[in-house]
């Protein structure tokens, strides 16, 4: 087997033949195209270095595109019929794509006040390998990290806590909130920067502050008294 990564001239391994004759059973090994053996192999993915098979000059393994390889290797002693081996060569993944969101670096999101929920931030990663494509998200930065929380499975980012846009400083900025989101497969990370409006709800009540509720009036008046009704939405 080979990695993905492997660099050129990594052994993969060392070839080897029985021979049945006592003396002049010098072997030489050559890579051809098939198990025909009469066209020599011109690619770049693999070579021979005497009798050890290794990552050729410009390999182009990609795990996610090909997985293994047919490796056909002619053996011939010079005096008698030379004989060909095919070998499977796998090739191994490697933590080498690394994770994207798909909202890019930035977005924004705007939060009714009340509510917690923001949106989902997810990321794809491009490696095959449950080992090396599963995302793990955080809350990483941010004037407002403090405020938020992210299910590190899903990307689901939400307030901690729901937030009052009639305080006027739901964030550290008034009513716009800033938070950092970071995606990792372990190796490689990727970053996106969000920013959240908080807007106003209808969600205070009126209320009446004074006292008297029983007003009187004369007959042949018309005005009875006057009312203070307050609300504290902005």
């Given at each position: 087997?080979?990695?993905?990564?492997?660099?050129?001239?990594?052994?993969?391994?060392?070839?080897?033949?029985?021979?049945?004759?006592?003396?002049?059973?010098?072997?030489?090994?050559?890579?051809?195209?098939?198990?025909?053996?009469?066209?020599?192999?011109?690619?770049?993915?693999?070579?021979?270095?005497?009798?050890?098979?290794?990552?050729?000059?410009?390999?182009?393994?990609?795990?996610?595109?090909?997985?293994?390889?047919?490796?056909?290797?002619?053996?011939?002693?010079?005096?008698?019929?030379?004989?060909?081996?095919?070998?499977?060569?796998?090739?191994?993944?490697?933590?080498?794509?690394?994770?994207?969101?798909?909202?890019?670096?930035?977005?924004?999101?705007?939060?009714?006040?009340?509510?917690?929920?923001?949106?989902?931030?997810?990321?794809?990663?491009?490696?095959?390998?449950?080992?090396?494509?599963?995302?793990a998200y955080s809350v990483s930065g941010g004037a407002d990290s403090s405020l938020f929380s992210v299910v590190?499975?899903?990307?689901?980012?939400?307030?901690?806590?729901?937030?009052?846009?009639?305080?006027?400083?739901?964030?550290?900025?008034?009513?716009?909130?800033?938070?950092?989101?970071?995606?990792?497969?372990?190796?490689?990370?990727?970053?996106?920067?969000?920013?959240?409006?908080?807007?106003?709800?209808?969600?205070?009540?009126?209320?009446?502050?004074?006292?008297?509720?029983?007003?009187?009036?004369?007959?042949?008046?018309?005005?009875?008294?006057?009312?203070?009704?307050?609300?504290?939405?902005?």
């Amino acid at each position: 087997s080979a990695a993905e990564n492997a660099a050129a001239g990594t052994d993969i391994g060392t070839l080897s033949t029985t021979d049945g004759d006592a003396s002049g059973n010098s072997h030489v090994y050559t890579l051809v195209t098939d198990s025909g053996g009469a066209t020599a192999y011109s690619g770049t993915d693999f070579a021979l270095d005497s009798a050890v098979l290794e990552v050729g000059s410009s390999p182009s393994f990609d795990y996610e595109t090909t997985t293994q390889y047919t490796v056909y290797v002619k053996v011939a002693d010079g005096s008698n019929t030379a004989y060909v081996e095919a070998f499977t060569i796998s090739i191994t993944d490697v933590n080498d794509n690394t994770p994207s969101f798909t909202d890019g670096d930035s977005a924004s999101a705007s939060v009714e006040e009340g509510a917690t929920t923001v949106a989902t931030y997810a990321a794809t990663d491009g490696d095959s390998s449950t080992a090396y494509n599963t995302i793990a998200y955080s809350v990483s930065g941010g004037a407002d990290s403090s405020l938020f929380s992210v299910v590190s499975t899903t990307g689901a980012l939400s307030f901690s806590t729901a937030p009052d846009y009639d305080s006027g400083s739901a964030c550290a900025a008034g009513n716009s909130c800033v938070v950092e989101l970071t995606a990792s497969d372990t190796a490689d990370t990727d970053t996106i920067t969000v920013t959240i409006a908080v807007t106003d709800a209808n969600d205070q009540t009126p209320s009446y502050s004074a006292t008297d509720t029983t007003p009187s009036v004369l007959e042949g008046t018309t005005a009875a008294d006057a009312f203070t009704i307050t609300d504290t939405d902005t």
